[in-house]
C-alpha cells in the first residue's frame, strides 16, 4: 500500500487523492476473519507502517487517513504520525492540505413513485477560507429500504449542474420519478443511519447487535464501489451540519404498540379485508406486515410496492418470522387485501396498485416453497434447527420452540447428548437450566476431548422437594407441548401470548389447567374457555 502510494504523490487535485486513498481503504472493507479484527490489524498497521517509513510516501497515506479514517481512533493516530514525520522534516503534498476541506452546498432526493430506494444527492465545494465556493462534485448515495435502509451503492461525479438538470427533467417527464430538494442537515441524518446499518451488515452485527432484518450480506456489499467510496463517504457526511435540537429527522416514524394495534384494527374493520374469512389468523398475518413495515421499511407500514412484497415474502418472513400452518396459508390473501386498503391511502395510483398486486401472486408459489424448506435460515443455526425438529415436522417448530427455548441457545451447543429433549434425563436437564437457571462446571462427556476453551455444564441437581413437584408439572406439560397434544394445549398458549402474557405466567395457567383436569375431554374443554 505504501508502494502503491508514492504515484498518488503527483497528483494535483486533492479530489483525486481522495478518491485514491479512500480506494486503497476500501480494500479490506468488509473481509472478516474469526478472532481478528481486521480493520484495526490493517487499518491500524498501515498507520503505524507509514509513520515508521520516513518517507514522503507514508506522509501522503497519514494525511489522507486522518481526513478519511474510518474511525476517531484511526484519525487520531494518523494526525500524530504525520506530527512525527514533520518533525523529520518531510513535506506534505500539496493536495494534502486541502484533504477534507470541503462545504457543503444542497442536498437532494431523487427516488420512485413506489419509495424503494432513495438516491441521496450532495452537491459540495472546496473551501477557500472565505467561506465563497462553487460546486466542485457531488457524491450520490443510495439507500436501500426494502434492506433495512442498507447503502446499496455510492458513487462521485463533477458534472453536477448536468445531474441536478437530468434529475429535475426525468422528475418533470415521468409521473412515477420523483426528485425535491432536502435540507443537508436533514440529509445527514438519514445518511448516518444508513451508514450505521450498512457497517452492521459488514461487521456481522457486532456484539450484542441485533442482525438485520432482511437484506444482503457482507459478501453482497463489499467489491464495489460503495467499498471503493465508504471511506470518503463517511467523511462528507461528517462535513453536513447537524440537526438543531435533539430532534434527528432520519425520515423514520416511531410506531409504539398501541398506533400498531390501531392500524391493524382499521385494516380489519375495512371493506378490503372483508372477504378474509378468519379474522384471528388474518389479525396475526397483518401484525407482521405491519411489523415489517415499521421496523425494517424506515417506519412505513403503508407503503407498497412489488420490490417490498418480493422482499417480504420471500426473505424476510422466511428468515425471521414462524408462521403456524394457517398463516402461512392466508398470508398472501392479506397481503393482497393490505396492498389494495393501503395503496390508495398512500396516493399510489391504481396502475400501481394493481403492478403491486401481481407481484403478490406472482411471488405467493415460491413463496409456500421457500417458507416450508426446513433449510431455510429461520435466524438458527441449523444445529438448532435439528434439535428442534428431529422429525422434520416444521409446524411443530413454534411451540418447541416455547417448550424448550434453550434448545435454540448457545449455552447447549456444545453439548446435545446432556440436552435431548427425546430422553426424560435430557428434558430434565434442560427445564431445571431453563426453570433456575442453575448448573455447574463438568467434564466433557467420555469420548470428547476437551481444548481447554470449551466449557461443559451439568444441571445442578436438587432434593427440594417442592421444586422437584414444579420440575414434574412443568415436564409433564412440556412433552404435551413438544408432541402437540391435545392441539388445544397449543392453541390457548398461542391465545394468552397475543394477549400480551409472558411466557412463565402462560406456562403457569397451562399447567394449573392440566392438573385440574379430570380426563382427555374435560381437558380440552378446559383449554377451550381460556
Same mark, same amino acid.
Given at each position: 500500500?505504501?508502494?502503491?502510494?508514492?504515484?498518488?504523490?503527483?497528483?494535483?487535485?486533492?479530489?483525486?487523492?481522495?478518491?485514491?486513498?479512500?480506494?486503497?481503504?476500501?480494500?479490506?472493507?468488509?473481509?472478516r476473519?474469526?478472532?481478528?479484527?481486521?480493520?484495526?490489524?490493517?487499518?491500524?498497521?498501515?498507520?503505524?507502517? =507509514? =509513520?515508521?517509513?520516513?518517507?514522503?510516501?507514508g506522509?501522503?497515506?497519514?494525511?489522507? /487517513?486522518?481526513?478519511?479514517?474510518?474511525?476517531?481512533?484511526?484519525?487520531?493516530?494518523?494526525?500524530?504520525?504525520? /506530527?512525527?514525520?514533520?518533525?523529520?522534516?518531510?513535506?506534505?503534498?500539496?493536495?494534502?492540505?486541502?484533504?477534507?476541506?470541503?462545504?457543503?452546498?444542497?442536498?437532494?432526493?431523487?427516488?420512485?413513485?413506489?419509495?424503494?430506494?432513495?438516491?441521496?444527492?450532495?452537491?459540495?465545494?472546496?473551501?477557500? #477560507?472565505?467561506?465563497?465556493?462553487?460546486?466542485?462534485?457531488?457524491? /450520490?448515495?443510495?439507500v436501500?429500504?426494502?434492506?433495512?435502509?442498507?447503502?446499496?451503492?455510492?458513487?462521485?461525479?463533477?458534472?453536477?449542474?448536468?445531474?441536478?438538470?437530468?434529475?429535475?427533467?426525468?422528475?418533470?417527464?415521468?409521473?412515477?420519478? $420523483?426528485?425535491?430538494?432536502?435540507?443537508?442537515?436533514?440529509?445527514?441524518?438519514?445518511?448516518?443511519?444508513?451508514?450505521?446499518?450498512?457497517e452492521?451488515? /459488514?461487521?456481522?452485527?457486532?456484539?450484542?447487535a441485533?442482525?438485520?432484518?432482511?437484506?444482503?450480506?457482507?459478501?453482497?456489499?463489499?467489491? #464495489?464501489?460503495?467499498?471503493?467510496?465508504?471511506?470518503?463517504?463517511?467523511?462528507?457526511?461528517?462535513?453536513?451540519?447537524?440537526?438543531?435540537?435533539?430532534?434527528?429527522?432520519?425520515?423514520?416514524?416511531?410506531w409504539?404498540?398501541? $398506533?400498531?394495534?390501531?392500524?391493524? &384494527?382499521?385494516?380489519?374493520?375495512?371493506?378490503?379485508?372483508?372477504?378474509?374469512?378468519?379474522?384471528?389468523?388474518?389479525?396475526?398475518?397483518?401484525?407482521?406486515?405491519?411489523?415489517?413495515?415499521?421496523?425494517?421499511?424506515?417506519?412505513?407500514?403503508?407503503?407498497?410496492?412489488? $420490490?417490498?412484497v418480493?422482499?417480504?415474502?420471500?426473505?424476510?418472513?422466511?428468515?425471521?418470522?414462524?408462521?403456524?400452518?394457517?398463516e402461512?396459508?392466508?398470508?398472501?390473501?392479506?397481503?393482497?387485501?393490505?396492498?389494495?386498503?393501503?395503496?390508495?391511502?398512500?396516493?399510489?395510483?391504481?396502475v400501481?396498485?394493481?403492478?403491486?398486486?401481481? &407481484?403478490?401472486?406472482?411471488?405467493?408459489?415460491?413463496?409456500?416453497?421457500?417458507?416450508?424448506?426446513?433449510?431455510?435460515?429461520?435466524?438458527?443455526?441449523?444445529?438448532?434447527?435439528?434439535?428442534?425438529?428431529?422429525?422434520?415436522?416444521?409446524?411443530?417448530?413454534?411451540?418447541?420452540?416455547?417448550?424448550?427455548?434453550?434448545?435454540?441457545?448457545?449455552?447447549?451447543?456444545?453439548?446435545?447428548?446432556?440436552?435431548?429433549?427425546?430422553?426424560?434425563?435430557g428434558?430434565?436437564?434442560?427445564?431445571?437450566?431453563?426453570?433456575?437457571?442453575?448448573?455447574?462446571?463438568?467434564?466433557?462427556?467420555?469420548g470428547?476431548?476437551?481444548?481447554?476453551?470449551?466449557?461443559?455444564?451439568?444441571?445442578?441437581? #436438587?432434593?427440594?422437594?417442592?421444586?422437584?413437584?414444579?420440575?414434574?408439572?412443568?415436564?409433564?406439560? &412440556?412433552?404435551?407441548l413438544?408432541?402437540?397434544?391435545?392441539?388445544?394445549?397449543?392453541?390457548?398458549?398461542r391465545?394468552?401470548?397475543?394477549?400480551?402474557?409472558?411466557?412463565?405466567?402462560?406456562?403457569?395457567?397451562?399447567?394449573?389447567?392440566?392438573?385440574?383436569? &379430570?380426563?382427555?375431554?374435560?381437558?380440552?374443554?378446559?383449554?377451550?374457555?381460556?
Amino acid at each position: 500500500m505504501l508502494r502503491a502510494s508514492r504515484a498518488m504523490l503527483a497528483m494535483r487535485h486533492p479530489l483525486d487523492a481522495e478518491l485514491a486513498f479512500s480506494e486503497l481503504l476500501g480494500t479490506w472493507w468488509g473481509e472478516r476473519v474469526p478472532g481478528l479484527d481486521v480493520e484495526r490489524v490493517l487499518g491500524e498497521g498501515l498507520i503505524t507502517h =507509514a =509513520a515508521a517509513s520516513g518517507k514522503p510516501a507514508g506522509l501522503g497515506v497519514l494525511a489522507a /487517513i486522518a481526513a478519511l479514517g474510518t474511525s476517531p481512533g484511526q484519525r487520531r493516530l494518523a494526525e500524530q504520525g504525520m /506530527i512525527a514525520l514533520r518533525e523529520q522534516g518531510l513535506q506534505v503534498p500539496e493536495w494534502a492540505s486541502q484533504l477534507g476541506r470541503v462545504v457543503p452546498l444542497g442536498a437532494y432526493v431523487n427516488s420512485d413513485l413506489f419509495g424503494d430506494t432513495d438516491d441521496v444527492v450532495c452537491v459540495f465545494g472546496r473551501g477557500d #477560507g472565505d467561506g465563497a465556493s462553487v460546486p466542485e462534485h457531488a457524491l /450520490i448515495l443510495v439507500v436501500d429500504h426494502n434492506a433495512g435502509g442498507v447503502l446499496r451503492d455510492a458513487w462521485v461525479t463533477t458534472k453536477v449542474e448536468r445531474l441536478l438538470q437530468g434529475c429535475r427533467e426525468r422528475a418533470a417527464a415521468d409521473e412515477f420519478t $420523483r426528485f425535491a430538494e432536502l435540507e443537508p442537515a436533514q440529509a445527514r441524518s438519514r445518511l448516518v443511519r444508513a451508514l450505521r446499518v450498512t457497517e452492521r451488515v /459488514i461487521s456481522g452485527g457486532g456484539a450484542g447487535a441485533a442482525p438485520l432484518p432482511v437484506g444482503p450480506n457482507a459478501a453482497d456489499l463489499a467489491g #464495489g464501489s460503495l467499498a471503493t467510496h465508504f471511506a470518503l463517504a463517511n467523511a462528507r457526511v461528517r462535513t453536513l451540519p447537524e440537526p438543531l435540537g435533539t430532534a434527528a429527522d432520519d425520515g423514520v416514524q416511531v410506531w409504539r404498540r398501541d $398506533r400498531r394495534a390501531v392500524l391493524a &384494527a382499521r385494516f380489519l374493520a375495512s371493506d378490503e379485508a372483508a372477504e378474509l374469512s378468519d379474522s384471528y389468523t388474518a389479525s396475526r398475518c397483518a401484525d407482521h406486515i405491519i411489523a415489517y413495515g415499521c421496523d425494517v421499511d424506515a417506519g412505513r407500514p403503508l407503503r407498497v410496492s412489488p $420490490r417490498k412484497v418480493e422482499a417480504f415474502l420471500l426473505r424476510w418472513l422466511p428468515g425471521r418470522v414462524v408462521l403456524l400452518p394457517e398463516e402461512q396459508e392466508a398470508m398472501p390473501h392479506v397481503l393482497a387485501a393490505w396492498v389494495r386498503w393501503a395503496g390508495p391511502r398512500t396516493g399510489l395510483p391504481e396502475v400501481a396498485v394493481g403492478a403491486t398486486l401481481d &407481484a403478490v401472486w406472482e411471488y405467493t408459489t415460491e413463496f409456500t416453497r421457500v417458507y416450508r424448506d426446513p433449510a431455510r435460515p429461520l435466524g438458527l443455526r441449523q444445529e438448532a434447527v435439528r434439535r428442534l425438529l428431529p422429525d422434520g415436522d416444521f409446524s411443530a417448530l413454534a411451540r418447541r420452540m416455547f417448550a424448550f427455548p434453550l434448545l435454540a441457545s448457545d449455552l447447549i451447543s456444545w453439548a446435545p447428548e446432556e440436552f435431548d429433549p427425546a430422553t426424560p434425563r435430557g428434558r430434565r436437564a434442560l427445564l431445571r437450566l431453563d426453570h433456575y437457571g442453575e448448573y455447574e462446571a463438568a467434564t466433557p462427556p467420555s469420548g470428547r476431548h476437551s481444548t481447554g476453551k470449551d466449557h461443559w455444564y451439568r444441571p445442578v441437581t #436438587g432434593d427440594d422437594p417442592d421444586r422437584e413437584r414444579e420440575l414434574d408439572r412443568h415436564e409433564r406439560l &412440556a412433552e404435551r407441548l413438544w408432541s402437540g397434544r391435545p392441539a388445544e394445549l397449543w392453541s390457548a398458549a398461542r391465545r394468552l401470548l397475543d394477549r400480551g402474557r409472558d411466557r412463565a405466567s402462560v406456562l403457569a395457567e397451562l399447567g394449573g389447567v392440566l392438573d385440574a383436569a &379430570a380426563d382427555g375431554a374435560d381437558l380440552r374443554r378446559r383449554l377451550d374457555s381460556l
